[in-house]
């Protein structure tokens, strides 16, 4: 008995043939979508992973060398110095398509291009610790920008990939296996159909056969 109330009748079973070879070849496509969803999954995964290390150690030196340069200095200096940052970064999106998923880009602009235009203060007064704590902050934005677009991506991708894990487990556990048994149900209706039909009509026909005989003997 099919799992779904199908009409057994020709016409639906034409229908569900072509409703399995639709399924099937799109199962394969949502196999084959997921299999490259999960490959570069990973890969952002694996350049997440790196990135996300390098951006914490070069955060933690730039944080020792701000303590660093803090124990050197005048705290109101050093304040001072620091209040109004000279370089100014804005950040630009654009997006890239990896298997109908739309992944963010980040992009950053600068407003001034020289990458050393990034002290708001005169070297009179302050250390050099400051100094390299300044450069190895500066150093680590741009890793630490490429951090947000891995990351983010990393989340659109595993969202993507679950959604298309849910088709293909619907297709592969539900809807194919429903199909192909009402096929089996109607395949199996439409013969026992036609088996009834021929056993009436080999019925008729030895019904027809015994009236001739009689009607001939009665001539006779």
């Known amino acids: 008995m099919a799992a779904k109330v199908v009409n057994p009748t020709r016409m639906e079973l034409t229908r569900l043939k072509r409703k399995l070879v639709t399924a099937r070849r799109g199962h394969k ?3 084959d979508k997921r299999d490259e969803l999960m490959r570069q999954f990973l890969d952002l995964a694996r350049e997440n992973m790196d990135l996300r290390l390098r951006v914490e150690e070069a955060i933690g030196k730039s944080n020792k060398d701000f303590v660093i340069a803090r124990a050197g200095m005048d705290e109101q200096i050093l304040s001072t110095a620091l209040m109004a940052p000279k370089q ?5 999106t654009s997006s890239r398509n990896i298997m109908s998923c739309d992944i963010p880009r980040f992009t950053a602009r600068y407003k001034s291009a020289d990458p050393g235009d990034i002290y708001s203060y ?29 990351e983010k991506a990393c989340s659109l991708l595993s969202a993507e990939i679950e959604r298309t894990r849910r088709r293909v487990n619907a297709l592969e556990y539900v809807i194919i296996p429903e199909t192909e048994e009402g096929i089996r149900y109607i395949s199996m209706k439409l013969d026992e159909n036609e088996r009834s039909t021929q056993v ?8 027809m056969l015994e009236d001739a005989h009689h009607y001939k003997e009665r001539e006779e």
């Open 29 to 31: 496509l949502l196999k």
């Open 88 to 92: 100014e970064v804005t950040i630009t």
């Open 122 to 150: 005169g070297f009179g007064m302050t250390s050099g610790d400051l100094d390299e704590a300044v450069a190895s902050l500066s150093s680590v934005l741009p890793d630490m920008i490429k951090l947000a677009e891995t």
């Open 200 to 207: 009436r009509l080999m019925k008729v026909k030895d019904m």
